[in-house]
């Protein structure tokens, strides 16, 4: 059974940084693409970080400087480290498996909260 | 990447088909046959129902079936049932690379 669980969310300053976890499992983690997807309270979602099983990179504009995706298959974990965090980056951060190459997403983890206030 | 557009809202009584509509762009849409769709219920993770524009992953309802035509995606729900009311966004995978979901799509049951 595939397992998707992220860990490191809460509250931070304005300007400040936070780095999410996800552990997986039930699946050869090296042979997928994962990516990060968020959803503010109450709104859609939104395709934030995608990391390939080539190690290609790819980032949202919204997005595109502060954060950063990384991950390693000896332990199975997806990393998203977030930097210069802005109150319209609070949501919900949903660690996400690729069904394959270009292809959307198969399976969820259950998300982290991310809370960017003062 | 512009969010793809989904009607707020489409209502249907028990039994009913509903059809939700995700527009795009040649960029996304009617640039690749990448369109999924999910459903998300209050409080949980969104679910998988619809990926390659019309194919079912095992376990979901054949009562979901989507398509495509030029830069528009359709997700249909056919014998409409109390249990399908939740949310449900589309997605595409567009240049960039980059994926790109839509504004989302409240499903209620009368």
């Known amino acids: 059974e595939v397992q998707l669980l992220e860990s490191g969310g809460g509250l931070v300053q304005p300007g400040g940084s936070l780095r999410l976890s996800c552990a997986a499992s039930?699946?050869?983690?090296?042979?997928?693409?994962m990516m990060w997807v968020r959803q503010a309270p109450g709104k859609g979602l939104e395709w934030v970080s995608s990391?390939?099983?080539?190690?290609?990179?790819y980032y949202a504009d919204s997005v595109k400087g502060r954060f950063s995706i990384s991950r390693d298959n000896s332990e199975n974990t997806l990393f998203l480290q977030m930097d210069s965090l802005r109150a319209d980056d609070s949501a919900f951060y949903y660690c996400?498996?690729?069904?394959?190459?270009?292809?959307?997403?198969?399976?969820w983890g259950q998300g982290a909260l991310v809370t960017v206030s003062s | 990447q512009s969010a793809l557009t989904q009607p707020a809202s489409v209502s249907g009584s028990p039994g009913q088909s509903i059809t939700i509509s995700c527009t795009g762009t040649?960029?996304?849409?009617?640039?690749?046959?990448?369109v999924s769709w999910y459903q998300q219920f209050p409080g949980k993770a969104p679910k998988l129902i619809i990926y390659?524009?019309?194919n079912r992953p095992s376990g979901v309802s054949d009562r979901f079936s989507g398509s495509k035509s030029g830069n528009t995606a359709s997700l249909t729900i056919s014998g409409l049932q109390a249990e399908d009311e939740s949310d449900y966004y589309c997605s595409s995978y567009g240049r960039g690379p980059s994926y790109v979901f839509g504004t989302g799509t409240k499903v209620t049951v009368l």
């Open positions: 996400a498996k690729g069904l394959a190459p270009r292809r959307g997403i198969d399976y």
């Open positions: 040649s960029s996304d849409v009617g640039a690749y046959n990448y």
């Open positions: 039930g699946f050869t983690f090296s042979s997928y693409s």
């Open positions: 390659d524009v019309s």
């Open positions: 990391f390939s099983v080539s190690g290609n990179k």
